[in-house]
């Protein structure tokens, strides 16, 4: 028998995609896309192209922390009750460990606490290769929505 899902709604890659990335925002605008959705984490890849590199030609510490951020806060906005709570990030920090200089990154997001009023995300940023890139912890308030 497998594990229920951490998640309160059903969710599809593509509902993300369509949904929660959308024009006019970061996530969009550097490149980030939902690519899997497991019973207990989410994956999103992310370019390493002129939008998401510094001056030396390797990935942007910020860009892995957009992405971090960015699949923490969809991941985290499955975890409530939609309807009554949103979330809002409260502390977000990064290892940055390898560089990279072309493909793809892709970042998973596993919950190490879902709590009532907060939740703490850990997230691996690997490279093509599955090489580690970045490890980062991000915490979420999750607060009741004013009527």
Request: aromatic fraction near 4%.
């Amino acid at each position: 028998m497998s594990e229920p899902s951490i998640f309160t709604v059903p969710v599809t890659v593509e509902d993300i995609n369509t949904t929660q990335i959308i024009d006019g925002q970061m996530a969009k605008h550097i490149g980030i896309e939902m690519t899997e959705i497991g019973q207990d984490y989410m994956v999103a890849k992310m370019p390493v192209d002129h939008r998401t590199i510094q001056r030396i030609g390797i990935m942007h510490g910020g860009a892995s922390l957009a992405l971090a951020e960015t699949i923490g806060s969809i991941a985290a906005s499955y975890c409530i009750d939609r309807e009554n709570f949103f979330i809002v990030g409260q502390e977000i920090n990064a290892n940055h460990i390898r560089s990279v200089r072309e493909g793809h990154v892709h970042a998973k997001a596993t919950p190490l606490h879902l709590g009532k009023r907060s939740q703490v995300w850990d997230i691996r940023i690997t490279n093509d290769e599955n090489k580690l890139v970045c490890v980062s912890r991000f915490t979420v308030a999750v607060l009741k929505k004013r009527i």
